[in-house]
C-alpha cells in the first residue's frame, strides 16, 4: 500500500514528525475560523470593539438620530478643550462694559450738580434796633413807662450773642398824692425756659421816683429772635395817706431781633419760634 505521503507528493514524515503546514494553509484556517467566530457572537449578541454595529462600534445612524454621545466613546483632545474653553472673547468686553460706563458717566463731561445754596438769613424786627425804645402800659388810673435800651450794638447781635438790656420804669400821669410801689418784677423769656430776674419788695415808682434793672439775653442758637415778658406787680394806694392799696399786674413785652445767624443757626434760614 502506498503511503499517503507519496501519493500526495508529500514528504515521508517519521514517527515522531511535526506536520507542516504552509503560510497560505494556515492564513485560510485562521480566517474561517474568525469569521466563524465573529458570528457567532453577533448571534449571542456580544460585542467587539472596532467592529460595527453590535460588536461594540458605535452605530451612525443611531447616534445621529439621538443626538446622544455613545456611552463608551472617549471625547477627544479637542473636545474637552472646547468644554472647558473660557468664554469667547466677545464676551469678556460685554462683562467689562459696566465700569466703562460709570467711568464716562463720572468723566469729565459729565454735568456736576452742585449742592442747593444755603438761604438768606431773614432777620426778626428788633425792638432795640436802634438802641432804645420807650413802651406805655395802662396801670388802672396811671400810665406805667417803661424805657428800654443797650449800650451795645444790635446790628452785631447774633443768636450766639448775650446782650445786656437795661430798664428803666416810672408813673406817668397826675399826682393825687396817693402811693404807688412795684413789689415784684420779673422777667422770663419763655423759648429759653429761663426766668432772667425776680425781684421782690415795695419799690416806689410815684414821681419824681422809678424803678431801675438789667438783665442779660441769653444765647438763643438756631433761633432768630428771643422775646421777653416783663411783670410788675403794682400797690396802688386807693386815697392819700389811707394805707389801703389795690393791687395789679402789668404785662410788656420786648422782641430781641438778631441781624446774623449764628454758628448754630445755618441748619435754618426761616424765622423759628422764640
Not at 426766668?195 to 438756631?222: C, I
Request: hydrophobic share 40%; charged share 10%; aromatic share 6%.
Amino acid at each position: 500500500m502506498t503511503p499517503l505521503n507519496s501519493a500526495f507528493g508529500l514528504p515521508p514524515r517519521g514517527r515522531h514528525a511535526r506536520p507542516t503546514r504552509c503560510p497560505a494553509q494556515q492564513r485560510r484556517r485562521y480566517g474561517i475560523a474568525l469569521i466563524a467566530t465573529a458570528a457567532t457572537l453577533s448571534l449571542a449578541g456580544c460585542a467587539i470593539p472596532g467592529l460595527p454595529g453590535a460588536t461594540g462600534a458605535p452605530d451612525i445612524q443611531r447616534v445621529a438620530a439621538t443626538g446622544a454621545r455613545p456611552a463608551n466613546t472617549t471625547p477627544t483632545a479637542g473636545a474637552s478643550v472646547s468644554a472647558s474653553a473660557s468664554p469667547s472673547p466677545t464676551a469678556a468686553p460685554t462683562a467689562a462694559a459696566t465700569p466703562a460706563a460709570t467711568t464716562t458717566a463720572a468723566g469729565p463731561g459729565a454735568a456736576v450738580v452742585a449742592p442747593p445754596a444755603a438761604p438768606a438769613w431773614v432777620p426778626v424786627a428788633n425792638d432795640l434796633r436802634t438802641g432804645s425804645v420807650t413802651h406805655r402800659v395802662d396801670a388802672a388810673a396811671h400810665t406805667l413807662v417803661i424805657d428800654y435800651w443797650t449800650t451795645e450794638d444790635p446790628a452785631s447781635w447774633t443768636p450766639d450773642s448775650a446782650p445786656l438790656i437795661r430798664l428803666n420804669a416810672h408813673i406817668d400821669g397826675p399826682d393825687y398824692g396817693n402811693a404807688i410801689k412795684v413789689t415784684r418784677f420779673n422777667v422770663r423769656a419763655d423759648s429759653l425756659a429761663a426766668v432772667l430776674a425776680n425781684d421782690a419788695g415795695e419799690f416806689t415808682v410815684a414821681p419824681p421816683f422809678a424803678y431801675s434793672s438789667g438783665v442779660v439775653v441769653p444765647p438763643n442758637p438756631k433761633a432768630h429772635s428771643t422775646q421777653l415778658l416783663f411783670t410788675f406787680d403794682l400797690l396802688t394806694e386807693t386815697a392819700p395817706g389811707s394805707g389801703v392799696f389795690a393791687r395789679q399786674t402789668v404785662l410788656d413785652t420786648l422782641t430781641i431781633g438778631y441781624a446774623k445767624p449764628g454758628s448754630a443757626a445755618g441748619a435754618s434760614a426761616t424765622p423759628s419760634p422764640n
